[in-house]
């Protein structure tokens, strides 16, 4: 007899649904009199918009996270890091470089004070050298770390952060497009159109022992800290 994982593990729907566009019009006056070419600015400007909206959306999964550390408006410890990476080793998450971490820049500050992830007796000289001289932590606890401003505040001074693996959110781009600027002669204006159909969601884990049962959010933690 072959016992392995099971195959009577709950599913989970994934639905494409999240459709938002970008458009301005630039009016032909306008443009001939401009010394900067305003359709490629803003074009660019219309690209940025939905990428954020998209960012913004996704920032608010760690809300309902259900493995939660720290304390919001407060900068999480060295123990509260620790503990995410434990709940994601006990919950069996692939500790394979992939892991990743994002913070706001409130919270990233309060990772630069934490000795154990700048300081070179335990990072290296080199690292030590990237975080006092170029600001940078690249990874610590074998999680890649980012910073965001759109990270979700839920209030003042209050931020909700990563902690996760790739395999703990979904995200498919099903479209990114720009249309050809048309023109309308009612506006005697050259009017543009971005569009952008994406879904997100949490990633639910199904267990790794034989029988089935419930898929869990196991592979995502919440940090809460300061923004």
């Known amino acids: 007899e072959v016992i392995g994982p099971s195959s009577a593990e709950a599913s989970q729907s994934f639905t494409v649904s999240t459709h938002q566009h970008a458009a301005f019009a630039l009016e ?3 443009d001939i009199q401009s010394q900067t070419n305003l359709m490629s600015k803003y ?3 219309a690209g940025y918009a939905l990428a954020a ?3 913004t959306n996704l920032h608010t999964l760690p809300q309902s996270f259900s493995q939660i550390v720290g304390t919001l408006g407060v900068d999480p410890s060295e123990d509260n890091w620790l503990r995410g990476s434990q709940y994601l080793d006990d919950a069996l998450a692939p500790d394979d470089a992939s892991r990743f971490i ?3 820049p ?3 500050y ?3 004070k934490t000795g154990r992830f700048t300081n070179a007796d335990y990072a290296g000289a080199a690292n030590a050298v990237r975080a006092t001289e170029k600001n940078m932590i690249g990874r610590i606890l074998n999680a890649r770390v980012y910073k965001s401003t759109l990270v979700r505040a839920p209030a003042a001074s209050q931020s909700e952060n990563w902690f996760c693996h790739p395999l703990g959110v979904y995200y498919c781009s099903q479209q990114m497009k720009t249309n050809a600027p048309q023109f309308v002669i009612e506006r005697d ?3 543009f159109l971005a569009t952008h159909i994406y879904g997100y969601a949490e990633a639910l884990q199904p267990p790794v022992t034989a029988g089935g049962g419930s898929a869990t959010d196991v592979f995502n933690v919440l940090v809460r800290g300061v923004s």
């Open 28 to 30: 032909n006056i306008t």
């Open 43 to 45: 074009s660019g400007k």
């Open 53 to 55: 909206a998209a960012d």
């Open 102 to 104: 994002i913070v706001r």
């Open 106 to 108: 409130a919270t990233f």
């Open 110 to 112: 309060s990772l630069q």
């Open 189 to 191: 204006a050259d009017v």
